[in-house]
């Protein structure tokens, strides 16, 4: 059995469940009052964006920008499948998010902050405000630090504001900023380190979550061992106060190695540092994310196209004008944060919401709350918020006062039912909304309809955006038809402005992980011959609308984070007593899906079962971070395999998800499969 059947099982459930579940739904219109304030409202703009007008079209997106230097070409494709952009431009991305705005909006808020403590009221910073503060800090980087253009710098930063400005000041010297999820775990932050080469860490002593003042630095002193282990040496790990003045960790500061930033940050006062002009193609920041091994990958985004991407996308999908306040509840340590809470709305002068702190908490009206008191017009969630707030309290939002003109989702699908009742509930019927489909790799959205001119379709991603020509293939590498209906691989013929540049360090990576499969011919300069691939599955219906139906590789997207299950086998398996893991995505009602854990004991081993499971949580939390700690651990006298001793995760995940374990008899041990599904299902 080799994993492509195991891919092609998964499809086929997936399509099947869908046909019976998901009906085709009617659409829905958008309301005239927000047509007539629609940043983009141009019927032709498919057409101006036709693959003849490839890749010119995208002029459009890049003059949305402020460039030192105008760009030669709009894209080389040379050496496919690393694609350039607005070859020969000279940009800066903080500039364009800083620096432009201040002769109109000096005074306009960039961003507000809201802590996650209730009392404590928001804080906006003025583009004016935050112009001052990543000059200052971009002082501290250049001259405390010693860091220049091309140099990488880890953060391991929480939603603060301390984070955009950190990431601000490093664009603004060209300094690539790798941010690591606040969540993960400090081993996890040391890796990157490592993988990146970053001689600083760039962290914060505590942050707010769920009521607890957290020790956020405790993970620095993790981190900072990891990278060492790794063979990285960290010099400084700088460290913000979450109250400036006060130091509120238990874990203590190391002598000659941390230092506080706001202290630091004092002999910079009044400093400004000219933005580097740098080219559209250097690296702007790496964003790490899960794959089909246990390495994540350090997905490199480059400067211009990344940037004239997320502004383009922001302006016609997100509809963001200047006056908008402008709220996207993802944190900033995904790639959802850094291109639609940071570098798009700034691009375009919004105003943007960074909240500290889980959106349930105190309760589950705090969201509304929030939206009420800072006028927020524009709203971007995932459909496990959704769902979340949905559960506990479903009348609740109607009855708040915000009135939302959009609404985005993104990060997973999102089910026709949760689509109507975030319509009708917080929408009130009369926000659109866009249900936003893309990754990592991406930089931006992919697939979502254009809010004033598509009807919406509940259930579906909707049409490629502009510029963006997608084709589903099957298994055999045949293309689907357009309009098939019929489940395959999701990919994108060609090359767009967002998409990353490489794996940091890993060429070959790259090419083999979103090419290889569905390469015309490797020797071929023409850039129709490399589609991407995006490892979803997905179906095409005949209105040209797409329903992503879901990760066809080993990778589980849970609350909309990506995890890899390669990565949560490999900390079970540092557990002394367990010989053997596999991981499987389980559905869930809230979580989309959560990942379960078989493990099987080392021969002899005389652990209890409860200590395993103990253990098992605890290196997932201690590796990876608290979002990959299993649904369910299930300690299994053997795991079913195939007789060359493969693993058959599929029949665990069919026992998992109660489902037909299909035909057994071939397997090796094929009796285990019944002694594990009595142990499970009871
Ligand atoms: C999934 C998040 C269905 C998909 C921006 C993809 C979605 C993965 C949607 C990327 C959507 C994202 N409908 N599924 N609208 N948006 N996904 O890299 O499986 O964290 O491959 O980027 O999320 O997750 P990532």
Request: charged share 25%; net charge negative; aromatic share 10%.
């Given at each position: 059995?080799?994993?492509?059947?195991v891919?092609r099982?998964?499809?086929?459930?997936?399509?099947a469940?869908?046909a019976?579940?998901w009906q085709?739904e009617?659409?829905f219109?958008?309301?005239?009052?927000?047509?007539?304030?629609?940043?983009?409202?141009?019927?032709?703009?498919?057409k101006?964006f036709?693959?003849?007008?490839?890749?010119?079209?995208y002029?459009?997106?890049?003059?949305?920008?402020?460039?030192?230097?105008?760009?030669?070409?709009?894209l080389?494709?040379?050496?496919?499948?690393?694609?350039?952009?607005?070859?020969?431009?000279?940009?800066n991305?903080?500039?364009?998010?800083?620096?432009?705005?201040?002769?109109?909006?000096r005074?306009?808020?960039?961003?507000?902050?809201?802590?996650?403590?209730e009392?404590?009221?928001?804080?906006?910073?003025?583009?004016?405000?935050?112009?001052?503060?990543?000059?200052?800090?971009?002082?501290?980087?250049?001259?405390?630090?010693?860091?220049k253009?091309?140099?990488?710098?880890?953060?391991?930063?929480?939603?603060?504001?301390?984070?955009?400005?950190?990431m601000?000041?490093?664009?603004?010297?060209?300094?690539?900023h790798?941010?690591?999820?606040?969540?993960?775990?400090?081993?996890?932050?040391g890796?990157?380190?490592?993988?990146?080469?970053?001689?600083?860490?760039?962290?914060?002593?505590?942050?707010?979550?769920?009521?607890?003042?957290?020790?956020h630095?405790?993970?620095?002193?993790?981190?900072?061992?990891?990278?060492?282990?790794?063979?990285q040496?960290?010099?400084?790990?700088?460290?913000?106060?979450?109250?400036?003045?006060?130091?509120?960790?238990?874990?203590?500061?190391?002598?000659?190695?941390?230092?506080?930033?706001?202290?630091?940050?004092?002999?910079?006062?009044?400093?400004?540092?000219?933005?580097?002009?740098?080219?559209?193609?250097?690296?702007?920041f790496?964003?790490?994310s899960?794959?089909?091994?246990?390495?994540?990958?350090?997905?490199?985004?480059?400067?211009g196209?990344y940037?004239?991407?997320?502004?383009?996308?922001?302006k016609?999908v997100q509809?963001?004008?200047?006056?908008?306040t402008?709220?996207?509840?993802?944190?900033?340590?995904?790639?959802?944060?850094h291109?639609?809470?940071v570098y798009g709305?700034?691009?375009?002068?919004a105003?943007?919401v960074?909240?500290?702190?889980?959106?349930?908490?105190p309760?589950?009206?705090?969201?509304?709350?929030?939206?009420?008191?800072l006028?927020?017009?524009i709203?971007?969630?995932s459909?496990?918020?959704?769902?979340?707030?949905?559960?506990v309290?479903?009348?609740?939002?109607?009855?708040?006062?915000?009135?939302?003109?959009?609404?985005?989702?993104?990060?997973?699908?999102?089910?026709?039912s949760?689509?109507?009742?975030?319509?009708?509930?917080?929408?009130?019927?009369?926000?659109?909304?866009?249900?936003?489909?893309?990754?990592?790799?991406n930089?931006?959205?992919?697939?979502?309809?254009?809010p004033?001119?598509?009807?919406?379709?509940?259930?579906?991603?909707?049409?490629?955006?502009?510029?963006?020509?997608?084709?589903i293939?099957?298994?055999?590498?045949?293309?689907?038809?357009?309009?098939?209906?019929?489940a395959g691989?999701?990919?994108?013929?060609?090359?767009?402005p967002?998409?990353?540049?490489t794996?940091?360090g890993?060429?070959?990576?790259?090419?083999k992980t979103?090419?290889?499969?569905?390469?015309?011919n490797?020797?071929?300069?023409?850039?129709?011959?490399?589609?991407?691939?995006?490892?979803?599955?997905?179906?095409?219906?005949?209105?040209g609308?797409?329903r992503i139906l879901?990760?066809i590789?080993?990778?589980?997207?849970?609350s909309?984070?990506?995890?890899?299950?390669?990565?949560?086998?490999?900390?079970?398996?540092t557990?002394?007593?367990?010989?053997?893991?596999?991981?499987?995505?389980?559905?869930?009602?809230?979580?989309?899906?959560v990942?379960e854990?078989?493990?099987s004991?080392?021969?002899?081993?005389?652990?209890?079962?409860?200590?395993?499971?103990?253990?098992v949580n605890?290196?997932?939390?201690?590796?990876?971070?608290?979002?990959?700690?299993?649904?369910?651990?299930?300690?299994?006298p053997?795991?079913?395999?195939?007789?060359s001793?493969?693993?058959?995760?599929?029949?665990?995940?069919?026992?998992?998800?109660?489902?037909?374990?299909?035909?057994v008899?071939?397997?090796?041990n094929?009796s285990?499969?019944?002694?594990?599904?009595?142990?499970?299902?009871g």
């Amino acid at each position: 059995m080799t994993d492509k059947t195991v891919n092609r099982d998964d499809a086929a459930a997936n399509e099947a469940q869908i046909a019976v579940l998901w009906q085709e739904e009617s659409y829905f219109k958008p309301s005239q009052s927000f047509i007539d304030q629609a940043n983009m409202k141009d019927p032709d703009i498919r057409k101006r964006f036709g693959e003849e007008n490839f890749p010119e079209c995208y002029r459009e997106y890049a003059d949305m920008l402020t460039w030192f230097k105008p760009y030669d070409q709009v894209l080389d494709t040379s050496n496919p499948p690393f694609w350039k952009w607005f070859t020969g431009g000279k940009i800066n991305a903080c500039y364009n998010c800083v620096d432009r705005h201040l002769d109109k909006y000096r005074n306009k808020a960039a961003f507000i902050f809201v802590s996650e403590v209730e009392d404590e009221p928001p804080v906006a910073m003025t583009y004016q405000e935050l112009y001052v503060r990543v000059n200052e800090m971009a002082a501290l980087l250049r001259d405390y630090c010693g860091l220049k253009a091309g140099d990488r710098v880890t953060l391991h930063l929480p939603m603060t504001l301390d984070l955009p400005i950190t990431m601000l000041a490093c664009a603004r010297l060209g300094i690539i900023h790798s941010q690591v999820f606040g969540g993960f775990s400090g081993k996890s932050a040391g890796q990157r380190i490592q993988d990146s080469g970053s001689r600083y860490l760039i962290t914060c002593d505590a942050y707010w979550r769920s009521g607890h003042l957290i020790d956020h630095k405790e993970k620095a002193d993790v981190a900072v061992q990891e990278a060492h282990d790794l063979g990285q040496e960290v010099d400084k790990v700088l460290v913000w106060q979450r109250y400036p003045g006060k130091y509120s960790a238990a874990t203590p500061m190391v002598e000659g190695r941390d230092v506080f930033v706001n202290d630091l940050l004092k002999q910079y006062r009044g400093q400004r540092v000219a933005p580097e002009q740098m080219d559209a193609e250097a690296p702007l920041f790496l964003m790490y994310s899960s794959g089909t091994t246990g390495k994540p990958k350090g997905c490199q985004h480059r400067t211009g196209g990344y940037l004239a991407y997320v502004t383009g996308t922001s302006k016609w999908v997100q509809d963001i004008h200047p006056e908008d306040t402008y709220w996207c509840m993802a944190d900033i340590g995904w790639i959802t944060g850094h291109s639609y809470i940071v570098y798009g709305p700034l691009a375009l002068a919004a105003t943007s919401v960074v909240y500290e702190g889980v959106p349930t908490y105190p309760d589950m009206n705090r969201p509304w709350r929030i939206a009420d008191q800072l006028g927020v017009n524009i709203f971007h969630t995932s459909p496990t918020a959704v769902r979340a707030l949905r559960r506990v309290g479903p009348e609740e939002p109607i009855k708040g006062p915000q009135h939302f003109k959009h609404m985005t989702t993104v990060g997973e699908p999102i089910e026709p039912s949760a689509w109507r009742w975030y319509y009708e509930q917080i929408g009130k019927g009369q926000a659109v909304i866009c249900d936003t489909w893309w990754q990592t790799e991406n930089g931006g959205f992919l697939c979502s309809t254009l809010p004033a001119l598509d009807k919406m379709k509940p259930g579906s991603a909707g049409p490629a955006l502009p510029g963006v020509y997608p084709v589903i293939y099957d298994e055999d590498g045949n293309e689907l038809p357009a309009g098939s209906n019929k489940a395959g691989n999701m990919c994108i013929r060609n090359p767009w402005p967002g998409i990353i540049q490489t794996i940091w360090g890993d060429d070959k990576r790259f090419v083999k992980t979103y090419f290889e499969r569905y390469c015309k011919n490797p020797d071929s300069k023409d850039w129709r011959d490399w589609p991407y691939m995006s490892g979803d599955g997905a179906m095409e219906a005949k209105d040209g609308y797409f329903r992503i139906l879901g990760r066809i590789d080993d990778v589980i997207n849970v609350s909309g984070h990506r995890l890899g299950t390669k990565e949560i086998e490999s900390a079970c398996l540092t557990v002394p007593d367990v010989a053997e893991a596999a991981v499987v995505a389980v559905n869930d009602e809230i979580k989309g899906k959560v990942p379960e854990v078989y493990v099987s004991l080392a021969a002899g081993s005389k652990a209890s079962s409860d200590a395993i499971v103990k253990a098992v949580n605890q290196a997932c939390e201690d590796m990876i971070g608290k979002i990959a700690k299993p649904s369910r651990v299930h300690v299994v006298p053997d795991m079913p395999k195939t007789r060359s001793g493969k693993i058959m995760r599929r029949v665990l995940a069919a026992i998992s998800n109660g489902r037909d374990v299909g035909d057994v008899t071939t397997l090796a041990n094929a009796s285990v499969v019944e002694d594990i599904r009595k142990q499970v299902q009871g």
